[in-house]
């Protein structure tokens, strides 16, 4: 039984590694998750602020590899155009569309108030 799930974490890892390697938005994802950890650490963000932090930047890539498992997965049923394929792939990229938006708001409402009081 051990061994059957260190087979599957082996598997996940290695899913990951390679999202991280051929995807672009991964790269974007992992530099954002970085500028917002250092962010915290400079403004010294509270506990309740690293929480939404964590889990939103986690979020982020879950949703991420999702829309590629997605957009993989219909490339792999199908190569040529498929009405149904197109469907799920904007619904996909619907889904970390909104999480962006999301996200944004989520740093804005930490950060931006801040960032004011440098200024002023």
């Given amino acids: 039984m051990i061994?059957?799930?260190a087979s599957a974490i082996g598997h996940a890892l290695d899913g990951l590694i390679w999202a991280v390697?051929?995807?672009p938005n991964y790269k974007i994802h992992i530099f954002l998750v970085i500028l917002s950890v250092l962010g915290g650490v400079i403004f010294r963000v509270s506990y309740v602020e690293w929480?939404?932090?964590m889990i939103?930047?986690?979020m982020g890539i879950i949703i991420e590899a999702i829309n590629t498992a997605v957009e993989k997965l219909g490339d792999a049923i199908d190569t040529n155009f498929n009405q149904n394929i197109k469907i799920a792939k904007d619904v996909s990229a619907g889904a970390m569309l909104l999480y962006a938006t999301g996200a944004m708001i989520v740093a804005m409402v930490i950060f931006v108030p801040k960032i004011i009081i440098l200024f002023f």
């Fill in 56 to 58: 939103t930047a986690l």
């Fill in 3 to 5: 061994k059957r799930h």
């Fill in 21 to 23: 390697k051929n995807q």
């Fill in 51 to 53: 929480i939404a932090i």
